[in-house]
């Protein structure tokens, strides 16, 4: 997990969250064999508790890897309920294919290969929970396509909010508070952005949880 959040306090969470099932204990150690960073049982216990939240029927995510967080949303959902996955790399997404059928979990999933912010302006709406986790620098992009299709009360999930391998904390802090930073590197400037965004936007309030690498919740309050 990120260095940011110490080891005891992702412990707790694990062990006091939703606790995983022995597909999800697969992945993740697949995630680890492969360096491939999942968000982890710590941040998954609280995407499949915001989805009942909001009584989630449809969730719709941007990068979905091998299928990880949205196996995580899939199991809260009802059984009319719909994730849609979206991941450029095919073996990636025949991978979820594969977790999800041993999860009897395809009923409630769409998979789609391809750019994840072509797909959100195809698909129709709405949305109750999205999950923005594709390229750094295009969340401000993926959120301006999916927007208007978020339902209300519904909520815009980002993750690496606070740090991953190309977006630094410090820096992120920063050019939130206003700052100028003039070395800041396009996968950290973008988080910032999205940041400055939905901040601004009248219809969405937005907190942040720091487990794994952080993780903002913006809900639709009009």
Known sequence: MSELVADDITDFACA???????????MDEYGEEIGFPTVGPA????????????DAERVFEFGSGFGYSAYWFAR????????????????????AREYFDRGDLTDRASFEHGDAIDFARDYEGPFDV????????R?????????????????????????????DFETVLELVEGETVADANESTRGVAAYLARVRA????ETAA???????TVSHRTE
């Open 209 to 215: 949880i720091p487990l794994g690498e952080g993780i």
């Open 201 to 204: 936007d009248p219809d969405f």
């Open 139 to 167: 969340y401000e992009e993926a959120f301006d396509a999916i927007r208007e299709k978020v339902a209300p009360g519904g909520v815009v999930i980002a993750d690496n909010a606070m740090t991953s391998t190309s977006v």
């Open 43 to 54: 941040v998954g216990g609280w995407l499949a508790t915001l989805a009942r939240l909001v």
């Open 16 to 26: 006091v969250g939703p606790q995983p099932d022995e597909v999800l204990t697969e």
């Open 76 to 95: 809260a959902l009802p059984p009319t309920g719909e994730v849609v996955l979206t991941e450029i790399d095919a073996d990636e997404l025949d991978r």
């Open 130 to 137: 999205v999950l923005i986790d594709n390229e750094k620098d």
